[in-house]
């Protein structure tokens, strides 16, 4: 018996109907029998939070659409996702274009009311970097306000710890200093991977090796990369964790369609192969973002968005006890 129920694709033709996340239901045409819905994923379509070229406010559309050819069997897991995990399209999130303080506080409310908020975990894809800060604080409120803050397993090429850009405090270059200040993560439990140069300064990683996060850098990760994230790994435990999905972290050869990009990142199958390794983490939240569509001519950087996107909710369904999974 599936948890979600997707058309059947040898029925219903992949390139037909209207399109939802990978093909789930909506929120509010899930059957009875599958909720409370175990993650809701909705987009966030805000880009007033980038210090260079716009258009991510795009992204959750072009997600949407590249994802009706995302499959539910993973190979790698043995897992049928949607035999295991009740998933929805939530839809998007209400959005204040010209704010990003005002849009960092609504969708954080919008996120907050979703579903059940006892059960159902949160997915966002934006957007831009800046809504991160809104999925976090909205799970953070949803587990019960931790005190110490959540985990964080963080993918990018960039910090995104700076105090402000042109006085704007809340834009893509700042959600997880906020979130620190705000105590929503714990930054000693905090991982930054992928991060690149060059910077603007070498003071620029300050903020956070005071705070105590970790960093792997692109150039560590192909030396001693694998092992430092399994010793972070062995330090979280079990450890309520949440997951942010930057997807500048991969090289622009690979996903074009971003907007503040760095080159000589991971290539899309590292990528997936390192997400798939996490397998076992206790995922309480995540989110994607920073998709670019004017960039991506051949589509390929929302591709990658959409499967990155299912195997970040397969390591939770890989956690479910066998007996759930059919
Ligand atoms: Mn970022």
Redesign the pocket.
Known sequence: MSRTILPDPRQSPRFAGIATFCRYPLLDLVPTECRPVDWAIYGVPFDGGVTYRPGARFGPRAIRDASQYVKRYSIEHDLDLCDTLSLADAGDAPVRPYSCKDNADTVAAFAESLADPNHTRLLAVGGD?SIAYSNIKATWSRRGRPGGGLALLHF?S?L?TVDSVWGERWG?ASPFIRAIEDGLIDPKRMLSIGIKGPLNSRADLDYAKGKGVRLITHGEWGRQGPAMLAAFRQELGDAETYLTF?I?CVDPAFAPGTGTLCPGGFTSAEVLAIVRSLVGVNLVGADI??VLPDRDPAGITAFLAAHILFEILCLDGARRPKASRA
Do not use: Q, Y
Request: hydrophobic content about 10%; charged content about 55%; cysteine-free.
């Open positions: 970097h990018d960039h995104d893509h930057d500048d973002v920073e």
